[in-house]
């Protein structure tokens, strides 16, 4: 059964986990210094809280804040509406960058949160709706590693 097809609840259990250890270890190993910044699944009912602290992005650096975000075998990076508005709120603050992780083809991309939308002013993403109800923008991978900062990818073995 493919991510998407599975319910919330096993869904949520694992969203977010492998793509942030990737970006944590990509870190490491590239000697960028970073702090966790944004919440990880606290014991809160997160519904409850405003959308730019429930969207809070993961990790601080010196230089920027990062959102990771992953997506597998469909190639389209689904990123929820609200967080996306929310980020514009956090990009005021200090520069977001998206780390997008492929997990299909083991790739990464660096996205400046200014490229990501100019992947939607050039009519790259289609909006949908996960089950749960929440809008997403949907973008297909070829655009954003195309349009990317940075590109690489993470040995199989890593």
């Known amino acids: 059964m493919s991510f998407k097809d599975q319910s919330f609840a096993t869904r949520f259990s694992a969203m977010g986990d492998e793509a942030e250890q990737i970006f944590e270890a990509w870190a490491a190993s590239t000697d960028l210094k970073f702090v966790r910044y944004g919440l990880n ?3 809160i009912a997160m519904h ?3 959308a730019r602290l429930r969207y809070t992005p993961d990790y601080l650096t010196s230089g920027h804040l990062i959102e990771v975000q992953g997506f597998g075998q ?3 990076c689904k990123l929820k509406i609200d967080k996306w508005m ?3 709120y956090w990009n005021t603050v200090h520069p977001v960058n998206l780390f997008i992780w492929d997990r299909s083809n083991r790739r990464y991309a660096i996205v400046k949160l200014a490229q990501f939308d100019s992947l939607l002013a050039e009519g790259n993403a289609t909006i949908g709706q996960f089950p749960e109800g929440h809008g997403y923008l949907a973008v297909d991978a070829r655009p954003l590693f195309e349009h990317a900062e940075q590109v690489g990818e993470i040995d199989a073995d890593s």
């Open 74 to 76: 469909d190639q389209i």
């Open 86 to 88: 929310s980020l514009h």
């Open 41 to 43: 699944r606290p014991p």
């Open 48 to 50: 409850k809280l405003p």
